[in-house]
């Protein structure tokens, strides 16, 4: 992990889970690390592991902007981006039923969105001039994103639009000496996941490992590409969107 010493990486949802295992991986790795998050108890769950916490809402422009200006005179520039902010339709103590289609609820979607698809767009659009050429991208999907996941479909829906948009912009990113790719997982140990999937034999990645594959996935020469990590003993590997074979 020596080529991280020194760079810049910006992480959002740092606070727990994913985010705040890559904090903590990144900064033993030597690297400058902002860590994003809405929480206030992610201050202190950031700053104890080394890095920079910065209060952020990632479906609020106003507070990209806020990042986008702090990093810039602070850093000056970005080596590693990782959107990672995520939320499912309920509440991880809510019953299945909360969870199904047919217990919309208007609010709790347009927060769904505003976390899942906009945390990533807007994280995109506001650090992308801070990016420089050879940096590189990594946006948290979910294995939901490329198959179904009747437990909550518009969670599945906002992680197939995830997919979509780093499949679709890789070329552009390319342009600018850019890579992006999507790690798509299946079931974390974090607090997103609804107890009710908590049962007897369910098996769940641990955070620490699926960072370790972030910090893999910054490396890699690959662009638009969608991993995909089912389970702590199998390696990544990327799943082809449909009707295109690798070569």
């Given at each position: 992990m020596n080529s991280f010493e020194g760079k810049n990486i910006v992480i959002t949802g740092a606070g727990s889970g994913i985010g705040a295992a890559l904090v903590s991986i990144s900064v033993?790795?030597?690297?400058?690390?902002?860590?994003?998050?809405?929480?206030?108890?992610?201050?202190?769950?950031?700053?104890?592991?080394?890095?920079?916490?910065?209060?952020?809402?990632?479906?609020?422009?106003?507070?990209?902007?806020?990042?986008?200006d702090e990093v810039a005179e602070s850093l000056g520039n970005v080596d590693y981006l990782f959107l990672n902010a995520g939320i499912q339709t309920a509440p991880s103590k809510a019953p299945l039923s909360d969870y199904r289609f047919e217990a919309f609820d208007t609010d709790r979607y347009r927060r769904l969105l505003g976390v899942n698809i906009d945390g990533v767009v807007f994280g995109l659009h506001y650090l992308l001039p801070l990016l420089r050429e050879g940096s590189s991208i990594v946006v948290t999907g979910s294995l939901a994103g490329v198959v179904p996941y009747e437990i909550d479909p518009l969670y599945a829906m906002t992680k197939h639009a995830v997919t979509g948009l780093v499949r679709s912009v890789a070329a552009e990113m390319a342009e600018k000496g850019l890579r992006i790719n999507a790690l798509c997982p299946g079931g974390i140990d974090t607090g997103i996941i609804p107890e009710a999937q908590r049962v007897e034999g369910a098996v769940f990645m641990s955070p620490e490992h699926v960072a370790e594959e972030v910090m893999q996935l910054f490396q890699v020469e690959e662009n638009g590409s969608t991993w995909a990590k089912v389970s702590s003993s199998k390696p990544m590997w990327i799943m082809s969107p449909p009707g295109r074979k690798r070569s």
């Open positions: 033993q790795a030597g690297a400058n690390v902002w860590g994003l998050d809405i929480s206030e108890s992610a201050h202190e769950a950031v700053t104890e592991r080394g890095g920079h916490y910065h209060k952020c809402d990632v479906s609020n422009e106003g507070d990209w902007q806020s990042v986008s």
